[in-house]
């Protein structure tokens, strides 16, 4: 079983910046790909950001070059730094994982339980 815990969402102004963080805990052998999604009222849980175990990137269109995920492999620890923030970045933000299991080596996916991030005009 892995636990995921978000930090560091909030309110913030137009063109601000914010830095989500996302620890994983428990056992397993391994953490492997980690990223962000985000789910707005009314809309449907979307990709902003992924990472591999071995750094590889991937953004949704809207936060390219805003918006930098890195990880930290020795914490299991993955961030978004999130800057010139718009009113439309404003949901909530969740953190997922895939981690393999520590002894039968599946791999299954976890998510966090969101932290929300607002952003006003």
């Known amino acids: 079983q892995v636990q995921l815990v978000e930090s560091g969402g909030g309110l913030v102004q137009a063109g601000g910046s914010l830095r989500l963080s996302c620890a994983a805990s428990?056992?397993?052998?391994?953490?492997?790909?980690m990223g962000w999604y985000r789910q707005a009222p009314g809309k449907q849980r979307e990709l902003v950001a992924a990472i591999t175990s071995g750094g590889s990137t991937n953004y949704a269109d809207s936060v390219k070059g805003r918006f930098t995920i890195s990880r930290d492999n020795a914490k299991n620890t993955v961030y978004l730094q999130m800057n010139n923030l718009k009113p439309e970045d404003t949901a909530v933000y969740y953190c997922?994982?895939?981690?393999?299991?520590?002894?039968?080596?599946?791999?299954?996916?976890?998510w966090g339980r969101g932290t929300q991030v607002t952003v006003s005009s």
């Open positions: 997922n994982t895939e981690a393999t299991h520590y002894t039968t080596y599946a791999r299954y996916d976890y």
């Open positions: 428990g056992r397993f052998f391994r953490i492997n790909a």
